[in-house]
Every structure is written in structure tokens, then in C-alpha cells.
């Protein structure tokens, strides 16, 4: 378990304060939070790599607050993967050994696994420089994950990888840390990968904890208006699935694909979401009678509540457009959205 008690942190103007965590063991934590809000400060604190001014880290009861980086059971990969790039892949994967004392017949042995799990066996005898972003991430995780660590620290990993590339490692990073069991503790910025890999969560402002839960109960119940806006995804609804249709209440929901967990939820963005009065004749799929409950100025636009049966949506709406459909309290309402736009999880 990771306790962080009353954690503060100083880097020139910029204050970390009184950051407060328990991470279980084997938990997936995610850490999110807008740009500058001091994320990667905290990690290296964890890691650290910068001196703290209050408060104290401890790794199951070891206060580790005072310990040097290589003492404190924690493997780091960084944002930019800092692989050294005069090393070959296979020299930059055991440079950490250096710093840690180990029985050179296990470490053998785990970083041929290593090497095979993650698929760089090939390229062990090339340089950072001629490898693809994919591979310098393998690397990178090789090197973090040889050392044996307790936690393992990852400065948004999938960050610098396409699409294709995002898949494929975030399938890779779930799969190292349940057959791990090594607290996996990562920043990113993409609510989908928080809510596919995350146990827990904690979301950051100005150098402070703002919220911390199970993600999808943050999402649920944001708790602040901070924590609202950054999550963005009003509409999140509980629902069960059968083939390409959610189920919530007594309204079927078209999905963009076949999903086949029974319970779940669906998200779908305010801004998604199209409101006309009448039925629109077109391909959109999901279309819902309802009407009007609340209206919120946002400045630019308006934040529409329509009840529909049992839920209430949350639509994005110009004020252009809210004046040319005379938009009221109690107006009956189409509530319509692209099955692209629902989000499962
Ligand atoms: N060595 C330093 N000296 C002075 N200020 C620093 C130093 N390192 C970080 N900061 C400041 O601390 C704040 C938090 O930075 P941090 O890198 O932790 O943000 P972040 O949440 O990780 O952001 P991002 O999502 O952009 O990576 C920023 O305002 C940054 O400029």
C-alpha cells in the first residue's frame, strides 16, 4: 500500500499542497488533472527525484520519504521514455541494474520474459534513435519493470502513440499488471483509457487533490464543479447491453457496436447531443421525445435538461438556436444523438 500523508512539495513558484493518498496494493491508479496542475511533480516527489517540504511517502508502512530513487521500490517511465541514446535497447533495458543489488541467474531470466512479453527481442542490439515510438515505449517499460519494482510510476505512457499503437499498449499494460500484481500508479489525460484501466483515481488542481474515488464515481458524482467541467461526460447513464442495444429504463439505445457485458454504462457528450422539435428524417439512430426541465446559462451557450422517461439529458445548445426553437421550461423536445456518440464502459 501507498500512504502519501500531508505531501508538500515546492518547485520555484509552484506549491504541492497537503497531498494526501492511499493507493491499495495492486490497485491500477490513475492521477488526471489540467495541464500545470502538478502532476508530474508529484510523481517525481513518489519517485524521488525532488525534495519534499511537508508531509511523508511510505510503501507498505516503510516511510520512504528521505530514501534515495534506487531504495524506494519504485520504477519510473517517463512522458519522453529518457532512453539514453548512445546504450542499445538491450543496454538501456539493464541500466538500472547498476543501482540495484540482484541475483544476475533471476534477472537473466526476467529480462528474457521481459524481452518476450513485450516483443523487443529483436531489437535489442539497436539504438533508441531507429526505433518507432511503440518500441521505445517497450523499452522503456522493460527498463522500469526489470528492477523488480513494488510500484510502477508511468508519466502519460500512451500519450505520444497513435491510435492503433494506444490499443495495443494500454491491452499490454493490463495484462503486465494483473499477471504482476505491481501497483501500477499513471498519469494520462484520456478519460477512456482512465475509466478501461483505472481502480482508483484522483484528480489534481492547482498543486492540490481535488477528488479522489473509484473513476466511474467520479464521473457519476463529480462532486465539485471543477471535477464536473473537467470530466466533461454529463449524461453518464447505468444500463445493461444485448447486442448493438443499451437498455436504460424503458429506453433502448442504439451503440455503435455489440458489446456483451451485461451491466454497464453509456456516456454520451452535451455536445453531442442535437435537440429539434420534431423527429429528425435522417441516419441518426437515437431519437427520444421529451421535454425541458432546466435551462443554465454558460455564457455562449445554453445547458439544456430534457427529461426523457427515466433519465435526464444534458444538451449543448447556442443561444442563436435556443431563441429560433423557443426553448422554454416545459417545451416537448427530440432529444437525438448518433450511436457514435455513446460511449460504453
Ligand atoms: N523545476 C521547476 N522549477 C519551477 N517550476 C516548475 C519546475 N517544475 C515544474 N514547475 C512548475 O510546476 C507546475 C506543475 O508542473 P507539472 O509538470 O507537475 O504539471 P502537470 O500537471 O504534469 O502538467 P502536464 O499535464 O502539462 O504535464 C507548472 O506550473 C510548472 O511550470
Not at 3 to 23: A, P, Q, S
Not at 109 to 136: A, C, W, Y
Not at 144 to 162: F, H, N, T, Y
Amino acid at each position: 500500500m501507498i500512504e502519501i500523508n500531508g505531501l508538500g512539495v515546492e518547485r520555484g513558484e509552484f506549491r504541492l499542497k497537503d497531498i494526501n493518498l492511499t493507493i491499495d496494493d495492486g490497485g491500477f491508479f490513475v492521477l488526471m488533472g489540467p495541464t500545470g496542475s502538478g502532476k508530474t511533480v508529484l510523481l517525481e516527489a513518489m519517485a524521488g527525484l525532488v525534495p519534499t517540504s511537508d508531509g511523508n511517502i511510505a510503501i507498505d508502512g516503510r516511510d520512504i520519504t528521505r530514501l534515495p530513487p534506487e531504495r524506494r521500490s519504485i520504477g519510473i517511465m517517463y512522458q519522453d521514455y529518457a532512453l539514453f541514446p548512445h546504450l542499445t535497447v538491450a543496454g538501456n533495458i539493464t541500466y538500472g541494474l547498476r543501482y540495484h543489488r540482484h541475483d544476475k541467474k533471476i534477472t537473466d531470466k526476467r529480462f528474457r520474459q521481459l524481452v518476450d512479453d513485450l516483443g523487443i527481442r529483436h531489437l535489442l542490439n539497436r539504438r533508441p534513435g531507429t526505433l518507432s515510438g511503440g518500441e521505445m515505449q517497450r523499452t522503456a517499460l522493460a527498463r522500469a519493470l526489470l528492477v523488480e519494482p513494488r510500484v510502477i510510476i508511468l508519466d502519460e505512457p500512451l500519450s505520444a502513440l497513435d491510435q492503433r499503437f494506444r490499443e495495443e499498449i494500454r491491452l499490454l499494460l493490463k495484462q503486465i499488471h494483473a499477471t504482476t500484481g505491481i501497483t501500477f500508479f499513471m498519469v494520462t489525460h484520456d478519460f477512456s483509457e482512465a475509466l478501461t484501466l483505472a481502480t482508483g483515481a484522483a484528480i489534481m488542481n492547482s498543486g492540490t487533490i481535488v477528488r479522489t474515488g473509484a473513476i466511474r464515481d467520479i464521473f457519476q458524482r463529480p462532486g465539485s464543479s471543477f471535477v464536473a467541467d473537467f470530466v466533461g461526460m454529463k449524461n453518464i447513464f447505468p444500463a445493461t447491453f444485448s447486442g448493438t442495444t443499451a437498455t436504460l429504463g424503458s429506453l433502448r439505445i442504439e451503440i455503435p457496436h455489440a458489446h456483451h457485458k451485461a451491466g454497464g454504462y453509456i456516456a454520451i457528450r452535451p455536445e453531442d447531443i442535437v435537440i429539434s422539435l420534431k423527429p429528425l428524417e435522417s441516419s441518426i439512430r437515437n431519437s427520444f421525445a421529451g421535454s425541458i426541465n432546466g435551462i443554465v446559462d454558460q455564457g455562449f451557450l445554453y445547458e439544456v435538461y430534457i427529461s426523457v422517461k427515466d433519465a435526464t439529458f444534458i444538451s449543448l445548445v447556442t443561444k442563436g438556436s435556443a431563441v429560433d426553437l423557443g426553448l422554454d421550461i416545459g417545451t416537448a423536445i427530440q432529444v437525438c444523438f448518433k450511436t457514435s456518440a455513446v460511449h460504453i464502459f
